[in-house]
């Protein structure tokens, strides 16, 4: 069993876009520019927004935080997204998710600017990469295809299933995966809480996407033996033995699915740090304007 792994395969591309930057620098060219926005006190997203911006500051970009309380009205984070639309420095930006309830999400990903939306939850782009066209990728999806990529793990007419079909992961992978070209050409099966007799449909997988959400859900005996298992799910449990009081775990349960892998993605370790990398990636396109000009 070989670790797909996450933090030394992030740590290489920050190294490679650091070095695009210096140049970028030498040239006296722009410097790449992320702003996040972050509404309300989530501490899981105070942490995600915190990776990004630290992320940036080890590749050399510019970045830039909006942060508000969670009472900021709908009108008034439009208007944030609106200056951040028109702000010529900024090539890219995110609002992070989950929004606080009195905001409707969906208003918020409709008024980004997709030549700015380097999340790629905009429809436009999900648009664009449905029929195969350059677009931007959504992050944790697209630090998945590096990573398939960066590993060499063969994907021709393998069996691919998807657990989860969420706009931000599931649906997005399986329409990745079953694209002509490498990584993709597999035969997907996507799955989610209405699949009947999902370990069945596991077992025939070649490659296995978990993003449900469910700690340690797929267990040993529902994989095929030389799977390659890709791990989203980041889920905290109680431990005792940390200072927190919680560990983070996967969808998969790693102790007895390891064993029966050619491939695994650890968490942590693993997809988290390769989805805040494919952010990077895609802001330096937008600062490069290699998917609209
Ligand atoms: P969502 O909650 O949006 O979607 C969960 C999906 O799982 C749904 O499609 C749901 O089905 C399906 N599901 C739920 N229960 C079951 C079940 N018992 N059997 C089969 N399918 C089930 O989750 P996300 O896609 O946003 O996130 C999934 C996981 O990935 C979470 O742990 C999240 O924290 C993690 N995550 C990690 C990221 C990273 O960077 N590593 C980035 C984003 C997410 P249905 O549609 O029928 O309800």
Redesign the pocket.
Known sequence: MLLLDGKLLSENIKAEIAAEVDVIRQKGGKIPHLAAVLVGENPASQVYVNSKIKSCEQVGFKSSMVRRDADLSEAELLEIVHNLNNDPDVDGFIVQLPLPKHINEEKIILAIDHRKDVDGFHPVNFGRMAQGMSAFLPA?PFGIMEMLRRYNIETAGKHCVV????N???TPMSLLLSRKGYPGDCTVTL?????KD?PAEVRRADIVVA????PQFVKGDWVKEGAVVVD????RIPDDTKKSGFRLVG?VDFDEVAPKCSHITPVPGG??LM?VTALLMNTLKACRKEIYQ
């Open positions: 944790t657990l989860g079909r969420s931000i992961v599931g799955t989610h809480s209405r699949t999902l993003a449900i959400g469910i989203v799910g980041i889920n969808d997809v988290g989805t």
